[in-house]
């Protein structure tokens, strides 16, 4: 849901509250004001018309205030220029509320030992010990997932499994914004890259690299201080054929596995979908 739109939805609103107010001072004024003092049964039939005359205009905002809702108006986040944006994960300030590799995953002891001895002290209490580095030039030694794994040490499928809960088929239950947040951790994309996911989002037609007309694209709003900067966060899904009839803006589950792909010259998250089923909304639709 857009800025734009938010801001239009609280305005009419507004407006509807503030015609009610108006309409229904006029009425009382119409009905406790008549301007002289006599016996108003010689025109009690135009007055009830009049009554019944701004009752009817009173409705229309109200009803208009009523139906143009988040939910109602909601269609329009579809044409919001971020929808089809690729997230920048790594230069993002969300990326660390969004990881899903949340701490640092310790050594087994015998490794952790291990490292403790080649560093020449014991390792202190509490402390976490992590893979030695590698050497500059040896196989392997990719400086990005290298840096990564200094601040987090390495990343596992066991620490997946740990941090990420599975549903009783095994997939590993993850939001969309958690999914588009994978991209640029190498170690956490390895990991992840295959193994079957499931995730409850909101669905649009896929307007970007669909060629063959065999993608939709899936979001969740992110909502950071309050709904006006509410602004999608969104991944592709590719069915292979033509996707399953679905609602535009319609909550579903889909389950299927993660590839990383690079379109646009930006490396992007792709959903391959496997199932997809139409869903209630979260009882918490935003992130």
Not at 263 to 275: D, S, T, Y
Request: hydrophobic residues 40%; aromatic residues 6%; charged residues 20%.
């Amino acid at each position: 849901m857009g800025t734009t739109m938010i801001r239009t939805t609280m305005r009419a609103k507004r407006a509807a509250a503030a015609g009610t107010i108006m309409v229904t001072r006029t009425i009382m004024v119409t009905h406790a004001d008549c301007g002289h003092d006599h016996d108003h049964h010689h025109h009690d039939g135009g007055s009830w018309l009049n009554r019944i005359t701004l009752l009817a205009i009173m409705i229309v905002p109200i009803t208009v205030g009523a139906s143009y809702t988040p939910d109602a108006d909601s269609a329009a986040a579809g044409t919001h220029t971020g929808l089809y944006n690729p997230v920048d994960a790594e230069a993002s300030p969300l990326r660390e509320q969004f990881s899903i590799r949340k701490e640092k995953p310790a050594l087994p002891p015998a490794l952790a030992a291990a490292e403790a001895a080649r560093q020449g002290a014991d390792t202190p209490a509490g402390a976490i010990a992590q893979a030695p580095p590698l050497e500059e030039g040896q196989p392997g030694a990719d400086p990005q997932a290298q840096a990564q794994t200094n601040v987090y040490g390495a990343f596992t499928l066991e620490d997946l499994k740990q941090q990420v809960e599975q549903s009783p088929e095994g997939n590993f239950m993850l939001s969309v914004p958690e999914i588009a947040f994978t991209v640029g951790d190498t170690e956490v994309e390895n990991v992840l890259g295959g193994q079957p996911v499931e995730t409850v989002a909101q669905i649009m037609p896929e307007k970007l690299n669909n060629p063959n007309g065999t993608r939709a694209r899936i979001f969740r709003l992110f909502v950071q201080c309050c709904m006006a900067d509410a602004r999608p966060l969104s991944v592709p899904v590719e069915f292979g054929k033509e996707p399953p009839a679905f609602r535009e803006m319609g909550w579903v589950k889909i389950v299927g596995s993660i590839e990383y792909v690079v379109e646009g010259g930006k490396r992007v998250p792709l959903l391959n979908a496997k199932a997809m089923e139409e869903t209630e909304a979260p009882k918490n639709p935003y992130g």
